[in-house]
């Protein structure tokens, strides 16, 4: 089952990915997950993403293009897998289409997450993420606090705050949403493949709703 989910930044793909891949048997890969690993770990590949990342724009779309197609070419994505944060623009939607092709695989559904742009600005200023990146645990300060302030419930480790999760590059996330990726909706409606998920209110009752829509599709 290959399935993708879609949403502005701080809709939940990341939390409900998680969920799904766990529930699922079938890994999450986030585009940018793996670009924020490259940046860490100082590649050449993070070297060139790093400016627009910190800017709230996309990285290029050859750059992303060919970090994804030797992802899904991996073994572990043989019997499916949940794409979070690709594709974000039609051009990269062409692109994945073309790629599975030649993998013999396609997507099953896509899903967009729903929060009001609100909702989505407290969400991202308040979240907090586990350093250790085998663990990658998401909290929020509000909404979804650690145990002890600071600290990873799962592993121990420290918390960090992403480096756009400021304010301002807030802002351009949103627009650059609205701009490039929210016309992918009609996109996948027009071939039948979308799904509108309301991902407000508490975390357990958005993952039933998703896995009804996966499991009823
Ligand atoms: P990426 O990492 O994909 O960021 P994003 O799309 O902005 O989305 P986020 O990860 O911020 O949000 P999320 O939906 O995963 O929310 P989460 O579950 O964490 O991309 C970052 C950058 O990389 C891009 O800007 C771009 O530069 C580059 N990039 C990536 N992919 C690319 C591509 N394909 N092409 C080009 N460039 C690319 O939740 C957020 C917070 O809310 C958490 O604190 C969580 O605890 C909380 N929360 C979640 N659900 C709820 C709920 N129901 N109620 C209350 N709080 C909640
Ligand atoms: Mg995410
Ligand atoms: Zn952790």
Known sequence: MNLLLMGPPGAGKGTQG????????????STGDI???NVSDGTDLGKKAKSFM??????????????????????????GFILDGFPRNTAQAE??????????????LALGI?????????????????????CGSGY??????????????????????????????????????????????EYYTERKLFKAIDGTGPLDGITAIIVDAVDGR
């Open 54 to 79: 910190n800017a709230g724009e996309l990285v290029p779309d050859a750059l992303v293009l060919e970090m994804i197609s030797d992802r899904l070419a991996q073994e572990d994505c043989a019997k």
């Open 140 to 185: 929020h300060l509000d909404f979804d606090p650690p145990k002890a302030e600071g600290i990873c419930d799962d592993c121990g480790s420290e918390l960090y705050q992403r480096a756009d999760d400021c304010e301002e590059t807030i802002g351009a996330r949103l627009k650059v949403y609205g701009e490039q990726t929210a016309p992918l909706i």
């Open 18 to 29: 998680k969920r799904l891949g766990a529930k699922y048997s079938i890994p999450l890969v």
């Open 35 to 37: 670009l924020r690993a």
């Open 114 to 134: 729903d929060v009001p742009d609100a909702e989505l600005v407290k969400r991202l200023c308040g979240r907090r993420i586990c350093t250790n990146k085998a």
């Open 95 to 108: 692109s994945l289409a073309g790629v599975l092709e030649g993998l013999s695989k396609s997507i099953d």
